[in-house]
């Protein structure tokens, strides 16, 4: 276990449902991200929240809208999605400030969109 | 920019056998560079990284990379493959000055390793 969950693991919905991805980390790391993993692509950095600020890829779709309450917790909600949406979305955290920098990934929510 | 290249799609190496996974890397500043391993239905587990000092860096299961800063290169090397190493590999790489995506990590596109008994 790296000591970051993420639920659910598997999803699948349609393309007008709304759905939200949950991600937690006990690390006690002050930056958490999202990527989006594609079959034979590489890891697309989606969003990132470090140190309570927002940094967004300008190639995201507005259908995906993360959501940091606060340093341990981080969600995407989803809506009005695609096909080609259907991915392994992954959660990882960091702490910045500090001699480490490598990130601490969950396990992903393998998400289908029928 | 940062950016990192895998330039193999797949390696394939008996088992016993020394391995070696290519990465190499281009960013302005000094590089952090970093190796992560994906099992399948997994997420990214983090193996090893470089931010100063020496050049060989050991890192988890045996794993051990190799920076060279003249040939750009961050090659993952392990001296004796196991079945079990076979997995997805990802070499990563950040600047060390804050860019416009924060602190966040450049992934290469991965190397499948198959190792065979």
């Known amino acids: 276990e790296t000591g970051v969950t993420q639920t659910p693991r598997h999803l699948v919905m349609g393309m007008t449902n709304k759905k939200s991805l949950k991600c937690e980390q006990h690390?006690?790391?002050?930056?958490m991200y999202w990527y989006k993993q594609s079959a034979k692509k590489p890891l697309e950095l989606m969003f990132v929240y470090s140190l309570e600020e927002r940094v967004e890829n300008n190639s995201v779709p507005s259908r995906f809208s993360p959501e940091c309450p606060n340093s341990s917790h981080l969600f995407l909600h989803l809506h009005t999605l695609q096909p080609e949406d259907s991915a392994l979305y992954l959660c990882a955290s960091s702490q910045e400030r500090g001699m480490t920098y490598e990130q601490y990934f969950g396990p992903g929510t393998r998400l289908t969109v029928t | 920019a940062q950016s990192v290249a895998q330039p193999e799609d797949q390696v394939n190496v008996a088992e016993g056998n020394p391995l070696t996974v290519k990465c190499t890397y281009s960013v302005s500043g000094n590089p952090y560079l970093f190796w992560y391993v994906q099992y399948p239905n997994r997420g990214l587990q983090f193996l090893l990284k470089?931010?100063?000092?020496?050049?060989l860096v050991k890192g988890s299961y045996g794993f051990e990379a190799e920076f060279n800063k003249s040939q750009t290169s961050f090659h993952l090397k392990k001296p004796s493959a196991l079945v079990s190493d076979s997995a997805l590999y990802f070499c990563a790489v950040r600047d060390n000055q804050r860019s416009n995506s924060g602190y966040a990590l450049n992934f290469g596109k991965g190397t499948s390793l198959l190792v065979t008994p």
């Open positions: 690390l006690g790391h002050n930056a």
């Open positions: 470089y931010i100063t000092g020496d050049n």
